[in-house]
């Protein structure tokens, strides 16, 4: 199967699960470096286009490794949404942020995929949404 389809596949029936984030952080007390709401859903979109373009241009296991890790990705939404609990939401995403490590070294130094940059920011707006979601932690 191609590899774009499958990740359409997993993004639509991940996303499908859902969970409303607004609705759960709206209550909550908010860091000073939180960012408007409309920048998480542009900035998802634009790694949620970036990403398939690295599993594209990646070997076959690396592709695999690509689709497990984007799936553990998008589980935080409704995972979050489900349990509202901040410390949840923190470890999850402190998870994630250290798959996407992981993922980008077994990029560049296993595979020594040329589009491994792609990744960067994937990582940069994780390691954001990390240090939001400790500061929603200690916050609230």
Do not use: D, E, R
Request: charged share 5%; hydrophobic share 55%.
């Amino acid at each position: 199967m191609n590899i774009i389809l499958l990740y359409v596949i997993i993004l639509v029936l991940l996303l499908s699960l859902g969970g409303n984030i607004n609705k759960v952080t709206s209550t909550l007390i908010k860091p000073s470096i939180y960012p408007p709401n409309y920048l998480f859903g542009l900035m998802w979109s634009i790694l949620f286009i970036i990403f398939p373009i690295f599993l594209y241009y990646s070997s076959y296991s690396l592709q695999i490794s690509g689709l497990v890790y984007f799936s553990l990705v998008l589980l935080w939404t409704p995972l979050f949404s489900y349990t509202k609990s901040t410390l949840v939401g923190f470890i999850y995403l402190l998870f994630v942020f250290i798959l996407t490590i992981l993922l980008l070294t077994l990029s560049i130094t296993v595979y020594h995929n040329p589009y491994s940059w792609l990744l960067i920011p994937q990582l940069l707006w994780v390691g954001f949404a990390t240090i939001i979601s400790f500061f929603l932690y200690k916050l609230n």
